[in-house]
């Protein structure tokens, strides 16, 4: 069975103070690995999508990488607007099942 | 423009009793999903429709039961509601296998 593992549970950052969550995933042929943002209250935001080992993709302030078995998701000089429960999931080839992970909380202190 | 809009926000019922949820996408997707989100965040899929075809259905009591009229809509009936179905059940859509889109959610609170 697909398994994601996202560490910290919950991480506090001072602003400007850059850091990474990881995603330890196991899955029987990675179609796609995604990550997602979620406000309280609200729908997981998309983010990224990553495809295969030493992939990369950026959006402002973020930075996700892929390797065979993790994908970190890099944060630099972190501003409050930042706060947020960030999601990992995988996807398997030829199946739309999207597991995801528990999440990292993200709390960016100004 | 909302893409995928869910009915109603909140959801506050009764034991027993029986309800139901509306999803709509206006992306042009031919996949719609149901989530239930706990208490501890964790998401976890129920159900895929693919063009109005059952395509996965996870371990979840027969008392949910999902239906689409269309491929635009997801709607989810529960009967005989039970405290553990206290979640906030999220819909979302996709282009065949492609990246999933989330609605706002609906929190059920059952008493």
């Known amino acids: 069975e697909d398994q994601v593992t996202q560490s910290p549970e919950a991480l506090r950052l001072q602003e400007g103070e850059s850091s990474s969550l990881n995603c330890s995933y196991t899955?029987?042929?990675?179609?796609?690995l995604f990550w997602y943002r979620q406000d309280p209250g609200k729908g997981p935001e998309f983010l990224f999508t990553?495809?295969?080992a030493g992939e990369e993709k950026e959006k402002e302030r973020l930075k996700a990488t892929l390797t065979k078995k993790e994908s970190f998701l890099h944060i630099t000089a972190p501003k409050p607007e930042d706060s947020a429960t960030y999601l990992c999931?995988?996807?398997?080839?030829?199946?739309?099942?999207?597991?995801f992970g528990t999440g990292t909380k993200l709390q960016v202190i100004p | 423009d909302t893409a995928v809009s869910q009915t109603p926000k909140y959801l506050v019922t009764q034991m027993g009793n029986d309800k139901s949820i509306k999803c709509e996408q206006n992306?042009?997707?031919?996949?719609m999903y149901w989530y239930k989100q706990d208490s501890k965040k964790f998401l976890k899929i129920m159900f895929s429709?693919?063009?109005?075809?059952?395509?996965i259905n996870e371990t979840v009591p027969n008392r949910f039961s999902p239906k689409s009229p269309d491929k635009a809509h997801l709607n989810l009936h529960i009967n005989s509601l039970e405290l553990g179905d206290s979640a906030v059940y999220f819909c979302?859509?996709?282009?065949?296998?492609?990246?999933?889109?989330f609605g706002p959610g609906t929190r059920l609170t059952v008493l």
């Open positions: 979302a859509s996709s282009q065949t296998e492609d990246t999933q889109y």
């Open positions: 899955v029987s042929g990675l179609r796609g």
């Open positions: 990553l495809y295969s």
């Open positions: 999931a995988v996807q398997a080839g030829g199946y739309q099942k999207v597991t």
């Open positions: 992306l042009g997707h031919d996949t």
């Open positions: 429709y693919n063009n109005k075809e059952l395509i």
